[in-house]
């Protein structure tokens, strides 16, 4: 729930600055085998070893101070050849011939693999594009191929490349892919991922099995292909510039020296060759500065007409990390029901408490050692037909901190009471991490039960959940509660840790919050019509409407959140509901959300898919502050909206009394 990093609003610049360069040259006699090369920022290399059987189903790592080679460091199975570097999203990507897929591998500690795409039985050459998108090429069928985040694969080859090994974008932009057995360039042309058109570009009469490719900072291209062969920027001279080993080739960088250039392949070690010229500073290959840029304005205060005839009413102050307050559909008892993080969900009847919890799971939940903690008694929904048939839902941290939704049924004797025997289990996913994990519940106009959990935790999703459609972290899910299976369905991706959703009573129409990152708190619509999905808001590749990390990405597919706002006006997004109300007739129609971290209170209308009357409530309905930790919005059965803090208050936006 809580963003924890701060930072400025930043944006790429278009011009990257020269890598940092040392003066280390380190052994390289403790490498034996090695085919894919790539070297980090801040000179670790890393390298692929499909041959030979001491460390064939490794990555293997030599990092500064050079003290040790890790032969073993990664295990992702066997016959793994091209590898590549992410160094904005701290990801390397590596072909593997053995398991058949693209991987992806996140350089958190530990490091975590993961199959990005399916490949060809054949695949080799890997690189990647200025848009984050990786290209590699299948040697058996002749084509190349392209990998967005979320694992959408496209054929970027419009027909079959000669015998296709090395590939490299240049620093022109445009795609170089090396025919191995005749030493030949060709040069491709693309437009959105798609060949364009395509050229000859040079062909190394004086080598054979052409493999590594790269750029130096003069635009020229370095070719192992049994030796080592320097090409014009032009592709019309080539000069031979002795030994080298035949597979892909880089750049030193960090504390490795920039001039110098290593190349590995086919089962031998890695060659270092001394320069005089350091390697191409390729925008998307090197680290880049960011630039300040101006927040935009915050809404305008709502109008004075509307705001001046409404006020905040304190309802009770006598809770402890209240996260809910909902009425059972069918009950026009008055009740409200007060879901609490450490445990209870207690009945509350005018302002008055009844004196047991309708359940209490005190003791049964996880919870961090902390103020602020993300885990414990998350959600609660009850039933469509709770009239009839009594049975709730809650959303719940577990002791280990693992997720689960589990289905109560109201005691036939005690309408104020749960029936602890009736519990049955809807839901359950492991956590890696003790953050981002959502906990929401809400059913929708179909009567399904719509459960939204966070990307599994950490920051960044370190383990491309959002974003992977083989795990449901980071996901919204649809669950028929009343059918025997109860298998979930994913209807929408790319979910970072969504606090707090709900739909329209009156349209269907469904609003995520979802937090941030470090720069940006965001607002996702979604019409009815296209509840049902696909649906992928963005998150790992974007932040808001904005890229993560790396300017320009990949935005195919992507839905765009209808409001995002900086970390200069908060730092954890607090979702709302839509009013439907009969007391404010003015606000009808009207979404709210808050901040947990600066307690604003804004809200908006959707209208033929735009938003309009987009006000800021604070200065009107909190002018002495209040307000504070606001970590959800309720609506009793009237459908007015209720503002929730995590300390204890909670208030009714209602008319101004007179």
Known sequence: MIALVLSLVTLAQATPPAPKCGNARPSLDAIKTAEGIVIAEDGTIYFSQPFGDAASDFIGRYRPPYKEVELKWLEVGPKAVGITLDPKRKALYVGSRGRKKLLSVALTDPPVVRELADAEENINGVTLAQDGSVYYTDQGGGHVYRVLGDGTKTQVTTTPVEDPNGIAFGPDGKLYVLSYAKAKVTQLVLADGKEVSRAPFAEITAGKKADGITFDSKGRMYVTADGLFRLSADGKSVTSLGKAYGANADFGSGALSCSDLYTAGNGKGIFRYNGDTTGAAVIWQRPVEKATVPPPSPPPAAPAKIADRLELELVTD??????????????????????????????????????????????????????????????????????????????????????????????????????????REILYVKQPYGNHNGGHLEFGPDGKLYVALGDGGSADDPHGNAQNPNTVLGKLLRIDVDAKDLSPKIIGMGLRNPWRYSFDSKTGDLYIADVGQNVWEQVHYVPAKTVGGPNNWGWNITEGTHCFRAEPCVRQGLIKPVIDYPHSEGCSITGGSVYRGKAIPALRGHYFFSDYCTAILRSFRMDKGKVVDSWDWKAALDPDNRLAKISAFGQDHNGEIYVITHEGPIFKIVPRKK
Not at 326 to 349: M, N
Not at 377 to 392: D, S, V
């Open 318 to 423: 006598a809770t402890t990390e209240a996260l809910g307050v909902l009425a059972a559909p069918g009950d026009r008892s008055g009740r409200l029901f007060i879901v609490e993080k450490q445990g209870p969900i207690r009945i509350l009847r005018g302002k008055t408490f009844a004196p047991k919890p309708f359940l209490d799971l005190t003791g049964k939940v996880s919870l961090w050692k902390s103020p602020n903690s993300e885990q414990g008694l998350l959600g609660l929904a009850f039933h469509p037909k709770y009239a009839k048939n009594g049975l709730f839902y809650i959303h719940f941290t577990d002791p280990k901190g693992d997720t689960r939704v589990v289905e109560y049924r109201v005691q036939k004797s005690d309408p104020d009471a749960a029936d602890l025997d009736s519990a």
